[in-house]
């Protein structure tokens, strides 16, 4: 599956924006889904989960639970990451990831997934 991912771009804190991953070559029901984002010189961190097929079924980081929201349009192949009140600190490159096999324990374990998207940047300034 490959995977593409957009929405990134500038925002002040407080602000709100949604990312996009549309996946080609497979359906994405079929596939853990999940954000991760980096910042220069730090390991890549997970920030939410989406189970196979259904919209329930989330996990999120601490730092994000209760601002951003994962879902999924299984019609459209894409996943989306609604991210509101955003804080400085979530400036990041982020990245989606997809796995078919993956299990709930590995989730927030970025090796674990085999499908990457290019990644799209967000800024949060102060």
């Known amino acids: 599956v490959q995977l593409q991912a957009s929405g990134g771009g500038l925002v002040q804190a407080g602000g709100s924006l949604r990312l996009s991953c549309v996946a080609s070559?497979?359906?994405?029901?079929?596939?853990?889904m999940s954000w991760f984002r980096q910042v220069p010189g730090e390991e890549r961190q997970f920030v939410a989960a989406i189970n196979k097929w259904s919209s329930s079924g989330t996990t999120y980081a601490d730092s994000v639970r209760g601002r951003f929201t994962i879902s999924r349009d299984n019609a459209k192949n894409t996943v989306y990451l609604q991210m509101n009140s955003l804080k400085p600190e979530d400036t990041a490159v982020y990245y989606c990831?997809?796995?078919?096999?993956?299990?709930?324990?590995?989730?927030?374990?970025?090796?674990?997934?085999?499908?990457w998207g290019q990644g799209t940047l967000v800024t949060v300034s102060s």
């Open positions: 990831a997809a796995s078919s096999t993956i299990i709930n324990s590995d989730r927030r374990n970025a090796p674990r997934y085999p499908y």
């Open positions: 070559g497979r359906t994405v029901g079929g596939y853990v």
